[in-house]
């Protein structure tokens, strides 16, 4: 109950400072607290901008979504009004009578951190939804992604703003979650070359996402940011980074006529340094927007998540991780707040430049990870949830569906 006052406390004082901030209403000619990246929207993008502009409060989702704006292009001044004004008087509901918080699922608990470093721009942007359950009106599930634009922000941005959204709205989510992910992608690179066509972009993003469901775990990714496992305090391998150099990626852009060659690095028409992204326009087919997907079952003996862009995990192998969590960890008696703080500093200080983004995604109390053993305190879920097998079939070559049993620990040896 004094955890429950704490944070029901800790709420009011934010909606106060909020509301104090705000000074609603806005008014048609005043200024909007944020700057919106376009002057237009389609109507397939409205949900995602006003769940960004409302930090995804899904009480919001239906009744502004589509209230009172022009079901043809959109203004966003206008919506952003509307959502601000809208948040605000929610707001001020609450402050009069805060809402009964009641949690049929606990959240994963999360450790975040992100850096511009030495880079002129931070390009990086992340998402963490650990109730997806709320903002979706579903059950049992979680959503993580990092995402690593270049050439600008715009598509790392938009990439946030509308993956998970493009992801809900797919016909098969319910039964295939992992091909949901792969039309997600794709759906969101193409809106967003249109996009770019329009407004003259010239920039991608890579991007990896997690999705949880129960007790499976799907990955899926475009790409060089890339996401690992721990399981009983060893490094499992998930997926493998879309990089120019990777043998089936470069017979693939060789035989769309391109070429592979070194410029400092392993690029595309020695250009971009990797061969897939969401946007690029001007660099596909060659650099394609079709995403990989795994999925693993999951049995409860998994520790974490790590998942990061390549600032991180091109200066720190997935040991050198895993002892700076199990350091932490020991020196801080499970508390997990600055974990992702720390893996951050070890990228920087193994001399990375690059913009860094580290979300640490804890599968289980913290402090079961701490001696790698089965934890009496894991996440209900784990404890209760059938185990869903999945399917081995193939879609496109680009699927790989592993059991448990194939996870196999990360090679030490990252040049392969």
């Not at 795994?294 to 990061?308: H, K, N, Q, R, T």
């Given at each position: 109950m004094a955890a429950s006052a704490n944070e029901e406390k800790t709420y009011r004082r934010f909606l106060e400072l909020f509301l104090r901030e705000m000074r609603p209403p806005l008014q048609e000619d005043?200024?909007?607290?944020?700057?919106?990246?376009?002057?237009?929207?389609?109507?397939?993008?409205?949900?995602?901008?006003?769940?960004?502009?409302?930090?995804?409060?899904?009480?919001?989702?239906?009744?502004?979504?589509?209230?009172?704006?022009?079901?043809?292009?959109?203004?966003v001044?206008?919506?952003?009004?509307?959502?601000?004004?809208?948040?605000?008087?929610?707001?001020?509901?609450?402050?009069?009578?805060?809402?009964?918080?009641?949690?049929?699922?606990?959240?994963y608990e999360t450790s975040i951190h992100a850096i511009k470093n030495m880079r002129r721009k931070m390009e990086d942007r992340h998402v963490v939804i650990p109730d997806f359950n709320s903002l979706f009106n579903l059950q049992d599930q979680a959503f993580f992604?990092?995402?690593?634009?270049?050439?600008?922000?715009?598509?790392?941005?938009?990439?946030?703003?509308?993956?998970?959204?493009?992801?809900?709205?797919?016909?098969?989510?319910?039964?295939?979650p992992g091909e949901a992910l792969r039309r997600a992608f794709k759906l969101t690179d193409e809106r967003f070359v249109q996009k770019a066509s329009r407004e003259t972009l010239r920039c991608g993003t890579t991007g990896v996402v997690t999705f949880l469901r129960g007790r499976t775990l799907h990955v899926a990714w475009l790409g060089d940011s890339q996401v690992m496992l721990v399981k009983k305090g060893q490094p499992v391998e998930l997926m493998k980074p879309h990089k120019p150099d990777r043998e089936d990626e470069k017979k693939r852009i060789?035989?769309?006529?391109?070429?592979?060659?070194?410029?400092?690095?392993?690029?595309?028409?020695?250009?971009?340094s990797v061969s897939r992204a969401i946007g690029d326009s001007e660099h596909k087919p060659y650099i394609c927007g079709d995403a990989d997907h795994?999925?693993?079952?999951?049995?409860?003996?998994?520790?974490?998540?790590?998942?990061?862009?390549?600032?991180?995990?091109?200066?720190?192998?997935?040991?050198?991780?895993?002892?700076?969590?199990?350091?932490?960890?020991?020196?801080?008696?499970?508390?997990?707040?600055?974990?992702?703080?720390?893996?951050?500093?070890?990228?920087r200080d193994a001399g990375s430049s690059d913009n860094i983004t580290v979300i640490v995604v804890f599968l289980r109390d913290p402090r079961g990870c701490l001696c790698g053993k089965r934890s009496a305190q894991f996440h209900p879920r784990f404890l209760h949830a059938p185990v869903r097998q999945a399917s081995p079939r193939s879609h496109g070559g680009h699927v790989s569906h592993l059991k448990q049993d194939t996870h196999k620990p990360i090679n030490q040896d990252r040049s392969a």
């Open positions: 005043g200024p909007l607290p944020m700057r919106p990246l376009s002057d237009f929207i389609s109507e397939d993008e409205v949900e995602g901008e006003c769940l960004d502009l409302t930090g995804a409060l899904s009480v919001l989702r239906c009744a502004v979504c589509r209230c009172s704006i022009d079901r043809r292009a959109k203004e001044v206008k919506l952003a009004r509307l959502v601000f004004n809208t948040l605000c008087e929610i707001c001020c509901v609450w402050l009069k009578s805060f809402p009964a918080r009641r949690r049929t699922h606990p959240y992604a990092v995402f690593d634009g270049h050439g600008g922000v715009d598509a790392a941005t938009y990439a946030a703003n509308h993956l998970h959204v493009n992801l809900v709205r797919q016909e098969m989510f319910t039964q295939d060789e035989a769309l006529g391109g070429c592979v060659i070194w410029f400092g690095t392993w690029r595309v028409n020695g250009s971009l795994s999925v693993f079952p999951l049995d409860g003996l998994e520790d974490y998540l790590i998942l990061a862009c390549d600032g991180f995990y091109d200066t720190v192998s997935p040991e050198e991780a895993v002892r700076v969590v199990s350091d932490h960890l020991q020196e801080n008696n499970g508390d997990t707040a600055m974990v992702a703080h720390k893996l951050v500093a070890s990228a």
